[in-house]
């Protein structure tokens, strides 16, 4: 049994892309959907698709490479299970210049820190990503 399906979700998502693999196969679930899309939209992924029914359902994402070499450098969990990070919109600033992202749970969704400072929310940090 997996205790933090995020956390897996993130590390296949990673030794995927540095090992060179097309897609990655993941347990599916609404939340890991969602910050799938959210990565496809800022480039770190190419697609993201639901396969199988009911019980046997999987997400398949696809990894994006930039001329073979991986758009995903790295990937840092921040809030885990035994200490939950949150931040205030406020607090949110751009990570490593801009050349990263943060993603968070928020009222209105998973959001990049970008889009939680327009949207004025914050939540809790899930990972970086660069």
Same mark, same amino acid.
């Given at each position: 049994m997996i205790t933090d399906p995020i956390s897996d979700m993130i590390i296949r998502i990673k030794n995927g892309s540095k090992a060179g693999l097309e897609s990655v196969v993941l347990p599916y679930s609404k939340l890991k959907e969602s910050i799938a899309v959210t990565?496809?939209?800022?480039?770190?992924?190419?697609?993201?698709?639901?396969?199988g029914k009911k019980v046997s359902k999987q997400l398949e994402v696809v990894l994006a490479y930039d001329?073979? &070499? /991986?758009?995903?450098?790295g990937l840092e969990r921040v809030s885990k299970l035994s200490k939950r990070m949150y931040a205030g919109a406020k607090d949110l600033k751009p990570f490593r210049s801009g050349f990263g992202s943060i993603i968070l749970? &928020? /009222?209105?969704?998973?959001?990049?820190?970008?889009?939680?400072?327009k949207e004025n929310v914050g939540g809790e940090v899930l990972f970086k990503i660069w």
């Open positions: 990565l496809e939209k800022e480039g770190y992924l190419k697609s993201v698709a639901k396969k001329n073979g &070499t /991986p758009v995903i450098h749970s &928020t /009222p209105k969704g998973i959001l990049t820190e970008m889009a939680a400072r």
